[in-house]
């Protein structure tokens, strides 16, 4: 594979939103033997298996590229919402797992909200490769975004001036993985995410962060909304704040102010 294609993109992104950690880039793969050059496999690299939020921090914090099969994962219901299992109702099997870790109050709530979770037929793809964007040697089907809400207001911004159309989210608060790595693939559209239960346990994800993630085609047009977005007004992250006004002081204050001559 070339070399990356994406790093000046990557790091206007980063710097216009002052993010923390790494835009991510994210490709579904057919084969494992597709992974790029100095791919990391958990298995094989540490010797675990792995929770697939934990390899995106892996890949926004770290920097490392990151290539996961069946064999690298641990997370029952990621990897059967992802395809990885033997599973042939993948709606029935995380239903199941709700019901069962008490997330449902009955099995009808649980297969409701399973059958409303972004999933992959099993087997369709048989791997994943997550790199930092301005490093990746692919072109990538998912851009993922870690940041505080006024960083993600901003992204959201960005998609909504280019498109016309506002982001969706579709929240659960648990198997948020394929929200932000499945759904902007599957239904080509950007998309927010509430990080779920596993990020935050296994990965590290803070309380303060939220997710946005949108296609690979749609990079340009993230960049271009960002530059666009508000550019009237001065919209900007950080957001500028309004300060042509004189501040209020309590009476004691201004009597004293006015004592010294002051005021």
């Given amino acids: 594979m070339s070399g990356p294609k994406h790093k000046e993109t990557a790091e206007f992104i980063s710097n216009n939103l002052r993010l923390k950690t790494f835009p991510v880039a994210v490709k579904f793969l057919k084969d494992a033997d597709e992974f790029p050059e100095k791919t990391r496999q958990p298995s094989k690299l540490l010797g ?5 939020c934990q390899a995106v921090t892996m890949s926004r914090l770290y920097g490392w590229t990151v290539g996961l099969t069946k064999e690298d994962l641990v997370c029952v219901p990621a990897a059967i919402a992802f395809g990885f299992s033997e599973s042939t109702d993948s709606a029935s099997s ?10 449902s109050q009955n099995e009808d709530a649980g297969l409701k909200d399973a059958s409303s979770i972004t999933r992959l037929e099993k087997g369709e793809y048989k791997a994943i490769v997550l790199s930092p964007l301005q490093r990746a040697l692919f072109e990538p089907d998912t851009i993922v975004l870690y940041g505080n809400s006024g960083q993600i207001m901003r992204a959201i911004q960005a998609c909504s001036y280019m498109s016309g159309e506002r ?15 499945l759904a902007p693939f599957k239904e080509q559209a950007p998309r927010v995410a509430i990080p779920g239960m596993g990020d935050r346990i296994f990965s ?26 508000g550019s009237k007004i001065g ?18 204050f201004l009597e004293l102010g006015e004592e010294l001559g002051i005021l």
């Fill in 48 to 52: 675990k298996r792995v929770a697939i």
């Fill in 167 to 181: 982001v969706r989210g579709n929240f659960g608060g648990k198997v948020e993985c394929s929200e932000y790595l």
């Fill in 94 to 103: 995380l239903s199941r797992l709700f019901c069962e870790g008490n997330y």
């Fill in 204 to 229: 590290l994800t803070q309380d303060d962060e939220l997710v946005f993630a949108l296609p690979g085609k749609s990079l340009s047009d993230l960049v271009q909304g960002l530059m666009e977005a």
């Fill in 235 to 252: 919209a900007k992250y950080p957001v500028p704040v309004f300060l042509n006004f004189q501040p209020e002081f309590p009476k004691s």
